[in-house]
């Protein structure tokens, strides 16, 4: 089942919440909803639930106009941030309740409702808990229990709220890829909302970018990582190094340092994104750019080497930081307070007149060129 | 809204209002309290609004301000107020000893600091009355000290201090609770006293809920009966209190009289409890970092 | 205390001193007055404490007095649960405002509680004046007593019952709406078994209170011994009579349901304490 947000606002008395919100959902695909806390992802999910109702607009599921419908009669699926299981309740009992609760005629008989249950728990693979209450349950146990109870009643859609923002790293993982794999074997429409953009990127067939109350971007994972077209998305979707200046001969300079950006006006203001795995670090200046910087500090846990530098006679808002392999890192042994120098392949640049960042690529403009190196 | 809104698999209830409330009950639940509220609460005081406006103003003027009775203004307020400062040291005191101690009896005295909202007033009067009589177990002792509590004003406080002594406790005991350990070994390890910690780092975040905890105390205080009037010895111009006055023009059948020193004290109490409120989520607020 | 970080107030002499402080002053102004009102009522005995409880005078304000509770309970319990529901789980404008009103009754001096509704409902009243023409009394009779009763006990349940459902948060039962239960069905199975207990205390003190009123009721009763004569008024007029002993049995009376109040709101304390901190189970996802 598809869903349509249609032109959606909600204001909570002076704070805009949603401005004008318009996104299709695709039906049977896992979709983020991703964005800083006040970006307005969790209001949506609740307004999308029913649990919250828009100031104007629609929500239509599959074509259907659903926004005066009743949370109850919308059939989804809500798996709360803090799992709001019934405490006093059993595992079984909470699972249960939604299929307790249904219409005399269409409540199946207490026989079936049983079998459900222990299908659903062997879903979850926690058959053994059944008659335990939600206190005595590990985070991780108790997010398995309200997704199975979300899914008793077999919704259409099913809405998760920072499904794992409570649970620890480890757990965390586990988690988020059995969900995965529950999705890909049951294909219901999934929005779930998250700040972590790991998280998103890793989970979803979509994401959806947010940000004061609108849609700042929505595009696969891949896509969304590899052409975001905002500073805002740019910043939200992992550590990017700035350079901030004015073009001057087909430069960007700011104090010492430069890079060539051919083919780009004089005289303007500029910024230029990089990611930390589009920067190479060389012990001398290329003919490309000067960017000088010096070895704050190096991270070598992880499937690279993390170095933090800081800039040398220009200025950055933020630390850099370049990615590095464990075998070029042991054979250029970088050491922390030495001066290096950043060697852009692939660079972002938003100019002060355009919206969207132009793509610029130095190997390539290099290959033009026919430059040594 | 779309006026050709497609009808989905469930009915669409099409001129469901905006703001429809999710969770059930919000009329049912808010129409049974503003009944009760109306009904129980407000609508009583039209009863005192139409007795005392049947008074001339100087007739008012003169009832209110009758020697006697603003004497039991006079009693009523420094003995509420004694009482609430004696119970704001008390309070305090069986706050932090409940909350930073431990000690056999403890969880007895935790139960028995309610034992004053229990009791009925009735009960807690004679009692007093009978203990610091001069025959009585306090009485005596008292007597050869030189002191004399029942049937004089320190009676009053007496029982006005026995039956707000939960008040400063309960309020003061929930922050003591609250308050971090970090903070005050973040002192101590600075070289500071334990009395300057205390005024420094601990005072601070309780005398919020110190001041409710004796403001609710001294308004328990005011409006006092029960407990008083068996201790008190009823004295006029020395030993009645304003409540007592009121009862006393009641059986004097002077409805009028009753009702003009009853819209003094009743006025008294709803600005103190307005202002207590407005305190308390004030300082709340506060502490909640908003 | 397993934290060996020396907090203030720490030292030996402080903390004994304190602790002593703290047991003398409780044993003085609260535990030696209870022990008082049981000497007293026993000092002639068993069998004089058991002719004053049985007398019949005291049997009659015994049975008015539950009479009275009886009825004041269950209003209040109603009242008080609607009123905690609207306000913790809706906004709507005025809130606050209903928040502070159903506090009047703890501000407001029983007498003048029991002057409002004299007032209002005696013969000289609006409303009194009117109900009189059709030959209905309240006042002097024991429905004023119940409505002053009813008055003064108003806020105990949802003064019980607010905090914690603030605290508990509506998310509960949004899941139970989102599970498609009815209203009533969330109510009974999600929002009861949470407040159970505090709903109970609610209960047990607005019991106490009912039972042991004494100002608003003195003014509205006739105190017309066997018929408007509530228990704590029946202690009094014994008082007033110098019989002393009398006074204390029926002191007594009231002075085991405050008791009972306590232990009943330990209980329910010890109850809220074992559900929060169950401990969650070990390992596993």
Partial sequence: ??????????????????????????????????????????????????????????????????????????????????????????????????????????????????????????????????????????????????????????????????????????????????????????????????????????????????????????????????????????????????????????????????????????????????????????????????????????????????????????????????????????????????????????????LADGAEPRTIDWQYTEAANASNM | MSTSAQAGAAPVRRFASRSKRVLPGFGLSLGISLFFVSLVLLLPMTGLVVETAGMTLDQFWFTITDPRVVESYKVTLWTALAASLFNGFFGLLLAWVLVRYEFPGKRLIDAVVDLPFALPTAVAGITLATLFAQNGWYGQWLLKAGIEVAYTPIGIVVAMAFTSIPFVVRTVQPVLEELSPADEEAAVSLGASDSRVFRKVIFPSLWPALVTGVALSFTRSLGEFGAIIFIAGNTPYISEVTSLMIFIRLQEYDYAAASAIASVVLLVSLVLLFAINLWQGRYLKRLEGR | MATHSRRIGDQPWVRRSLIGLALMLTLILLVIPVVVIFAQALSAGWSTLASNVMDEYTLDAIGLTLFVAALTVPLNLVFGTALAWSVTRFRFPGRKLLITLIDIPFAVSPVVAGLLYLLLYGRNGWLGGWLSSYDIQ??????????????????????????????????????????????????????????????????????????????????????????????????????????????????ALLAAIAILTLIAKAFVEWRQARTEHATPAEGGV
Wanted: charged share 20%; proline share 5%; hydrophobic share 40%.
């Fill in chain 1, 1 to 350: 089942m598809s869903i349509t947000i249609d032109r959606i606002n909600k204001r909570f008395g002076n704070f805009t919440a949603l401005n004008d919100v318009s996104l299709e959902i695709p039906e049977g695909k896992l979709t983020a909803l991703l964005g800083p806390s006040g970006s307005g992802k969790t209001t949506l999910l609740r307004i999308i639930a029913g649990l919250e109702s828009s100031d104007s607009g629609r929500v239509l599921f599959g074509g259907d106009d659903v926004s005066n419908l009743h949370v109850r009669d919308r059939n989804i699926g809500f798996v709360f941030q803090h799992y709001a299981l019934f405490r006093h309740l059993t595992v079984a009992e909470n699972i249960a309740f939604g299929l307790e609760s249904l219409p005399r005629k269409e409540r199946p008989g207490k026989q079936e409702i049983r079998q459900r249950v222990e299908k659903l728990l062997e879903m979850i693979q926690l058959p053994q808990l059944a008659n335990r209450y939600p206190s005595q349950l590990s985070g991780g146990q108790k997010q398995r229990v309200a997704l199975a109870r979300a899914l008793a009643t077999q919704p259409r859609i099913l809405l998760l709220d920072e499904p794992f923002g409570a649970l620890d790293a480890k757990v965390r993982k586990d988690l988020r890829r059995w969900l995965r794999a529950l999705h890909d074997e049951y294909h219901f429409t999934s929005i779930f909302v998250t700040h972590d953009q790991e998280e998103a990127l890793e989970l979803s067939d979509q994401v959806v970018v947010m940000s004061q109350g609108q849609v700042e971007q929505v595009n696969t994972p891949t896509a969304l990582y590899a052409r975001p077209e905002s500073r805002f998305v740019f910043d939200f979707l992992g550590h990017v190094n700035t350079v901030v200046g004015l073009v001057k001969g087909q430069k960007l300079v700011q104090g010492d340092a430069w890079i060539s950006l051919p083919g780009v006006r004089n005289d303007q203001e500029a910024q230029l994104y990089l990611r930390p795995h589009e920067v190479q670090l060389a012990r001398a200046p290329s003919v490309k750019a000067k960017l000088p910087l010096r070895i704050a500090s190096i991270s070598l846990i992880g499937s690279e080497v993390r170095i933090e530098l800081m800039p040398e006679g220009w200025q950055s808002d933020e630390v850099w930081e370049v990615g590095m392999s464990h075998s070029e890192f042991a054979r250029q042994s970088p050491t922390r307070g030495e001066l290096w120098y950043a060697v852009p392949e692939v660079g972002h640049l938003f």
């Fill in chain 3, 138 to 251: 309240l006042m002097f009779a024991w429905p004023g007593i119940v409505m002053v009763t009813v008055f003064v006990t108003s806020p105990f349940v949802a003064r019980e019952l607010i905090p914690l459902m603030q605290q508990q948060g509506s998310e509960e039962e949004e899941a139970g709406v989102v599970l498609g239960a009815s209203g009533w069905r969330i109510f009974r199975k999600i929002t009861l078994p949470n407040i159970k207990w505090a709903l109970i205390y609610g209960v047990v003190l607005t019991n106490a209170r009912a039972v042991g009123e004494f100002g608003a009721v003195s003014v509205v009763s006739g105190n017309v011994r066997g018929e408007t004569n509530t228990l704590p008024l029946h202690v009094e007029l014994l008082y007033q009579d110098y019989n002393i002993v009398g006074a204390f049995a029926s002191a």
